[in-house]
T-cell receptor
């Protein structure tokens, strides 16, 4: 089954404790992206990757890092989480270079206290 | 940069009625306009999309219209059913598709 898998689904952490949210896709897509969803703001792009070792900032990259060492994986790293990063996070993948359907993961609800 | 505005933020309709959600975009270079449906506890899922060389597209009870001159596009759902209740997002992206800008979302309630 074609899918994007995120882990964990839920995470509560404390301010300053480094964390990683994993994302994996099995569709051989070149393009992957991270979004955060906040009430009244919709989905805002954090980072995206056009292929292995190629990443770029989206609209709200501050406080986040990403890496793309393998085509299927695109982890989101919060080096020093803060309460304003409490949000619902989605990973998505699609065929690169063409405006086509984005496939989203199930989401990760992160709470930073 | 691109900005997408979506209205209304909440929409409540009676089962069987039609629902219309409207979006406007700012970047005239945008050429791809997808609509996503997000059910509770799930990630968004594409329900229909339209490209700038087309004015209208229909898929069963769902249709999307695009007015490039006004930079405006809309989602129309006819004969609404309770399972249509969800959050709907419009989006716009420029050629290349690397950056997609989403609207703030519309929460649709369909009352049985």
């Amino acid at each position: 089954e074609a899918q994007v898998t995120q882990n964990p689904r839920y995470l509560i952490t404390v301010t300053g404790k480094k964390l990683t949210v994993t994302c994996s896709q099995n569709m051989n897509h070149e393009y992957m992206s991270w979004y955060r969803q906040d009430p009244g703001l919709g989905l805002r792009q954090i980072y995206y990757s056009m292929n292995v070792e190629v990443t770029d900032k989206g609209d709200v990259p501050e406080g986040y890092k990403v890496s793309r060492k393998e085509k299927r994986n695109f982890p989101l790293i919060l080096e020093s989480p803060s309460p304003n990063q409490t949000s619902l996070y989605f990973c998505a993948s699609s065929v690169q270079g063409k405006n086509t359907e984005a496939f989203f993961g199930q989401g990760t609800r992160l709470t930073v206290v | 940069g691109e900005n997408v505005e979506q209205h209304p933020s909440t929409l409540s309709v009676q089962e069987g009625d039609s629902a219309v959600i409207k979006c406007t975009y700012s970047d005239s270079a945008s050429n791809y306009f997808p609509w996503y449906k997000q059910e509770l506890g799930k990630g968004p899922q594409l329900i229909i999309d339209i490209r700038s060389n087309v004015g209208e597209k229909k898929d069963q009870r769902i249709a999307v219209t695009l007015n490039k001159t006004a930079k405006h596009f809309s989602l129309h759902i006819t004969e609404t059913q309770p399972e249509d209740s969800a959050v709907y997002f419009c989006a716009a992206s420029i050629p290349g598709g690397f950056k997609t800008i989403f609207g703030a979302g519309t929460r649709l309630f369909v009352k049985a």
